[in-house]
């Protein structure tokens, strides 16, 4: 490779001298190149980076010592080696004494004699060892031997670090690269070695924390004390000017409490606490120990303090009490308190106010316990009444019912104001939760039988009840107010008048007899129906113009759930890497720098993980063979209908990821032209010319997803067709015969008969459902495996998914032109959001809507299970749904509600959750069409021999609608149910309806944008 010589006289530095001062010269020839040269009693002068430093590649190392001293520098690992396989040292005696080593078949020495004794490297060749350590140090770091970093650091000066520094800096870009990636732990190992040697290298705070922070060398918790060794002992305004730095980013805190709480002490500075900082202390001191840790620490108090305001307390502190009591934190800081650690009525007031702030109540829990267990006294619950109104208008219903026992307490001691219960009495009513309203109407009733001339500031607030949902809340209300009502003045009267306008149309007469002349005559209008904004369709925007707008794109925290957006990331990435594929590669890496899939061998062998398989192959880090296996995997005929959904998505994707970057692949047929993931006809078109005038064949799950997508009932799917036949290619031809189809896919729906034996399997409703899709040979001929279950591969049987659903997000856009098809795949998953616990089953709901294509059973059917869905979430979205198909003019309510009604006559859906849904797509001004369901569904359940229970919560959304739109008709049981004894919801409401039905004017209603 070169020569490398290494000559001194007198005290050199680096040679083999003889026994005393005289001159002695050291020569070896080695691999690298560099000439380092000392004279007299220098140093010695180098022509590389250092003084006396010598260059060179291997394994071996070379040491001397003396007055001078000096480093061998190599490339990668730092050493000077020769061309055998043995090592030869030499060595000598007197004041300059050196020690080289080199390598041979034997041992090579040079020795000297005498005051002028001279030696000679043997047949070996001799390194040479600068003087700084920084070989050893790379070296080090690059075996990942991160525990011996310290003790390498501290020789090195200002300089040698400087040095090093730049070769880490070098070895991380390399380690990016992929460079470093066998075996496959190894690179997490440099990595730790890394962020340790970066430490003690760096030689600013800014610097040190953006090294210590990056978010591809945190790796292991040791690493942490590691490099607070590694920082030696920086100045203390330094040390607190990292920590502070550290501390402001959470993520990066979190992870790093040791080497955060180390520099806190060595700079003596108290840090500002943040979120994340106090985060990693309270994982880190959380043991049974956790009393004593919490004493002995001086920081408690701020920490503390700092804990039970943030917005979402550490998980560490919301643990209930379990089996380890002395982990449990309210009991600590309890205690705490009694001994005067902590301030009581700072920890109450902080308490006090973070319920105020409200939120999620699992990040209320905390605050909660600490205000039980203080157990506060009158007067401190005076002090901050102000806080404790605001918290039960406002807070989760847990949270506001312990408000307003602490209230009603103050208030049975006569000791709560009237003005501020008046102000509590209206934030609570305006709630919805009837506990809270009713017990809230039975205190202002207590207060104003002990104070009646309170009722002049209480009635007006006990008015914001006219307006409740539940007519029985109007009721309790509107009595209140009558037997209070002589004592209150002619103003404060007509107020209340005035404020019954709210009540409901079955209130009204009674609020006639109240108010008499001060009620304003009710003004009759023609009923008019609301329903939302038919949703117009939006265009997907082109894909990404630039690589870096791509990155950008691709780097978005869970893009896999925004289905258009990822669409065009997967199509701009195809589209860059085959025009550019290095510039894509390099990017890719700068953007994902440490990631699993880069590292784990098996880590796309079970699951595809999105458009990261596509990068993967991008760069070049799948095995080709698990490619080809994943491509041209189909699906048993035992599958369930979320796998085969989701197995569409992961034949597209390894077949983007075996073909990106390449020819075969320019761009994507499937990308959706339209936000509901459907592809216009001549659009498709046209891309099939190109792929023509390229010369290159469709991929064929590429091309299967762009037909599925395609909308054959569009007015240009005749042109389109025409013009596909004209292209002269089979896929054209393909094309053509899809947009002909008037059916190209299809699928039913059926239930079995129920065992009420709830042990059998034919008693829940997905051993129940029987999914059938067609026979379509077209499908099964010639569509890739992972789409023939669409073509009737799948065993019309029940059939039970015992697995995790993922990629719900993307179902919807893979048969965007067939949402009856679609529906039918959604119903499993359906049925366990209402007969079990699942949550967010609903969430292609709107998207069903929006889609293209007949509604028939499937699609009412996934409407019945979402209304009844056991999460309001879930609710809500089949309510959107429901609207916007009203709104399209798509629903069929008859049918709705007989689907409904079976469901809950056998039930399977709960009267009280149905009730919920209706309630809230009545209130947004559709009542019509919700009563043209209830009314189909009410006969069945009616008809039951034993009374359903929660009915009458239904019957009463029912009578509201009847109320407000003047329907007239009859229902079936209705009348017979009306005439029974007792007062119960459920008959105090069939009395309500069937009054409303007998006054309602039947009348056409109009319908609203």
Same mark, same amino acid.
């Given at each position: 490779m070169g020569d490398g010589v290494q000559s001194g006289t007198g005290k050199s530095v680096g040679a083999a001298m003889g026994e005393d001062e005289g001159v002695g010269v050291g020569t070896g020839i080695g691999e690298g190149v560099g000439v380092a040269i000392g004279a007299g009693g220098a140093e010695g002068a180098a022509t590389g980076t250092g003084a006396g430093e010598a260059i060179g590649t291997g394994a071996g190392i070379a040491t001397g010592a003396g007055e001078g001293e000096g480093a061998a520098a190599g490339a990668g690992v730092g050493v000077a080696t020769g061309t055998g396989a043995g090592m030869g040292v030499a060595t000598?005696?007197? @004041? *300059?004494?050196?020690?080289?080593?080199?390598?041979?078949?034997?041992?090579?020495?040079?020795?000297?004699?005498?005051?002028?004794?001279?030696?000679?490297?043997?047949?070996?060749?001799?390194?040479?060892?600068?003087?700084? *350590?920084?070989? #050893?140090?790379? @070296?080090?770091?690059?075996?990942?031997?991160? *525990?011996?970093?310290?003790?390498?650091?501290?020789p090195l000066d200002a300089a040698a670090r400087k040095r090093a520094l730049t070769r880490l800096k070098a070895l991380r870009a390399e380690v990016r690269a992929g460079k470093w990636a066998t075996p496959p732990y190894h690179p997490n190992r440099i990595r730790s070695a890394l962020y340790v040697a970066g430490a003690g290298c760096l030689p600013t705070a800014a610097a040190a924390a953006s090294w210590l922070g990056a978010r591809d060398l945190l790796i292991w918790e040791e690493d942490k004390p590691l490099a607070l060794a590694a920082l030696g002992a920086p100045t203390p305004e330094w040390a607190a000017d990292l920590a502070g730095r550290l501390a402001a980013r959470r993520t990066v805190a979190e992870n790093s409490y040791p080497l955060l709480h180390g520099l806190v002490i060595r700079s003596g500075y108290t840090v500002a606490p943040t979120d994340g900082y106090v985060t990693g202390w309270t994982w880190h001191i959380t043991d049974d120990r956790l009393l004593e840790r919490l004493r002995e620490d001086p920081q408690t108090p701020v920490l503390v303090a700092h804990a039970l305001a943030m917005a979402e307390p550490p998980e560490r502190l919301t643990r209930p009490l379990g089996r380890r009591p002395g982990r449990h934190w309210p009991s600590a800081l309890l205690t705490l308190v009694g001994e005067g650690v902590l301030d009581?009525?700072?920890?109450? !007031?902080?308490?006090?106010?973070?319920?105020?702030?409200?939120?999620?109540?699992?990040?209320?829990?905390?605050?909660?316990?600490?205000?039980?267990?203080? %157990?506060? %006294?009158?007067?401190?619950?005076?002090?901050?009444?102000?806080?404790?109104?605001?918290?039960?208008?406002?807070?989760?219903?847990?949270?506001?019912g312990y408000a307003q026992d602490v209230l009603t307490e103050l208030a049975s001691a006569g000791t709560f104001p009237v003005g501020a219960l008046a102000e509590m009495?209206?934030?609570?009513?305006?709630?919805?939760?009837?506990?809270?309203?009713?017990?809230?109407?039975?205190?202002?009733?207590?207060?104003?039988?002990?104070?009646?001339?309170?009722?002049? #500031?209480?009635?007006?607030?006990?008015? %914001?009840?006219? *307006?409740?949902?539940?007519?029985?809340?109007?009721?309790?209300?509107?009595?209140? +107010?009558?037997?209070?009502?002589?004592?209150? !003045?002619?103003?404060?009267?007509r107020e209340l008048a005035e404020a019954a306008g709210l009540l409901s149309p079955t209130h009204r007469q009674a609020a006639e007899q109240l108010f008499g002349a001060d009620l304003e005559a009710e003004e009759t209008l023609p009923y008019e129906e609301i329903l939302p904004p038919v949703p117009g369709a939006q265009r997907v925007a082109p894909p990404a113009t630039t690589v870096e707008e791509l990155v950008?794109?691709?780097? +978005?925290?869970?893009?896999?759930?925004?289905?258009?957006?990822?669409?065009?990331?997967?199509?701009?990435?195809?589209?860059?890497?085959?025009?550019?594929?290095?510039?894509?590669?390099?990017?890719?890496?700068?953007?994902f720098p440490w990631t699993g899939w880069q590292q784990e061998t098996h880590y796309f062998t079970h699951e595809t993980h999105g458009v990261h398989v596509v990068l993967a192959g991008l760069l070049g880090l799948l095995n080709q063979a698990l490619v080809d296996f994943r491509r041209s995997k189909g699906h048993p005929s035992d599958s369930c209908l979320h796998q085969a959904l989701t197995g569409v998505l992961d034949a597209r994707l390894w077949e983007a990821a075996g073909l990106v970057g390449t020819d075969a692949l320019p761009f994507l047929l499937a990308t959706p032209t339209w936000h509901t993931g459907a592809i216009d006809p001549l659009v498709?078109? #046209?891309?099939?010319?190109?792929?023509?005038?390229?010369?290159?064949?469709? $991929?064929?799950?590429?091309?299967?997803? @762009?037909?599925?997508?395609?909308?054959?009932? !569009?007015?240009?799917?005749?042109?389109?067709?025409?013009?596909? $036949?004209?292209?002269?290619?089979?896929?054209?031809?393909?094309? @053509?015969?899809?947009?002909r189809e008037e059916a190209a896919v299809g699928a039913s729906v059926r239930f079995l008969r129920r065992d009420e034996n709830r042990a059998l399997r034919?008693?829940?409703?997905?051993?129940?459902?029987?999914? !059938?899709?067609?026979?379509?040979?077209?499908?099964?001929a010639e569509f890739p495996p992972a789409f023939q279950w669409l073509g009737g591969a799948l065993e019309a049987t029940p059939r039970r998914c015992h697995h995790w659903v993922e990629g719900r997000a993307q179902w919807s856009t893979v048969l965007p032109a067939d949402r009856e098809v679609l529906a039918v795949c959604l119903l499993p998953t359906l049925t366990s959001c209402v007969e079990g616990d699942a949550r967010g089953a609903t969430e292609p709901l709107t998207a069903l809507a929006e889609a293209d294509g007949p509604v028939g059973r499937a699609v009412l059917l996934t409407l019945a299970f979402g209304l009844g869905g056991v999460d309001a979430d879930d609710r809500l979205r089949a309510v959107d749904a429901v609207l916007v198909l009203a709104a399209r003019g798509e629903l069929d309510a008859r049918q709705l509600g007989a689907e409904l009604a079976w469901l809950v006559a056998e039930g399977s859906v709960k009267p009280n959750r149905l009730a919920d849904a209706a309630r809230t797509a009545a209130a947004t001004g559709a009542y019509g069409t919700v009563w043209a369901v209830l009314a189909a569904m009410l006969p069945e359940p009616l008809a039951a021999a034993k009374p359903v229970r929660g009915l009458g919560e239904v019957l009463a959304v029912a009578a509201d609608c009847v109320e407000r739109c003047g329907a007239g008709g009859e229902v079936a049981g209705l009348e017979a149910l009306a005439s029974g004894r007792g007062s119960s919801q459920l008959v105090v409401q069939a009395r309500r309806l069937l009054n409303a039905l007998r006054q309602g004017a039947d009348q056409p209603l109009t319908e609203t944008a």
């Open positions: 000598g005696t007197g @004041a *300059g004494m050196g020690v080289a080593t080199g390598t041979g078949m034997g041992v090579g020495a040079a020795e000297g004699a005498g005051t002028a004794g001279a030696g000679t490297a043997g047949a070996g060749t001799a390194g040479a060892r600068g003087d700084d *350590g920084v070989e #050893e140090l790379l @070296a080090a770091v690059c075996a990942g031997r991160s *525990g011996e970093v310290p003790a390498l650091l501290v009581r009525a700072r920890v109450l !007031d902080l308490c006090v106010s973070r319920l105020l702030r409200g939120g999620p109540i699992r990040n209320l829990r905390l605050p909660l316990e600490m205000v039980r267990l203080l %157990e506060p %006294e009158a007067e401190e619950l005076r002090a901050r009444l102000p806080d404790w109104i605001g918290i039960a208008a406002d807070t989760p219903s847990l949270v506001a009495t209206a934030g609570v009513l305006f709630r919805t939760e009837k506990k809270l309203v009713r017990a809230q109407l039975a205190l202002v009733g207590k207060v104003l039988a002990r104070e009646p001339g309170a009722a002049g #500031e209480l009635l007006p607030a006990v008015t %914001e009840a006219f *307006g409740n949902e539940d007519t029985d809340v109007q009721e309790r209300a509107l009595k209140l +107010v009558g037997r209070h009502l002589p004592a209150v !003045d002619a103003d404060v009267r950008a794109e691709l780097v +978005v925290r869970r893009l896999s759930e925004e289905p258009v957006a990822f669409e065009r990331a997967l199509d701009g990435l195809v589209r860059h890497a085959h025009r550019d594929r290095a510039a894509v590669t390099e990017a890719v890496r700068e953007a498709l078109v #046209e891309r099939l010319r190109e792929y023509r005038d390229l010369g290159v064949e469709p $991929a064929p799950a590429d091309l299967a997803q @762009a037909l599925l997508r395609v909308l054959r009932a !569009d007015p240009s799917a005749g042109r389109a067709a025409e013009e596909a $036949a004209g292209l002269g290619t089979p896929a054209g031809g393909r094309l @053509a015969a899809w947009l034919t008693y829940w409703l997905p051993d129940r459902l029987v999914a !059938d899709f067609g026979e379509r040979p077209a499908v099964r």
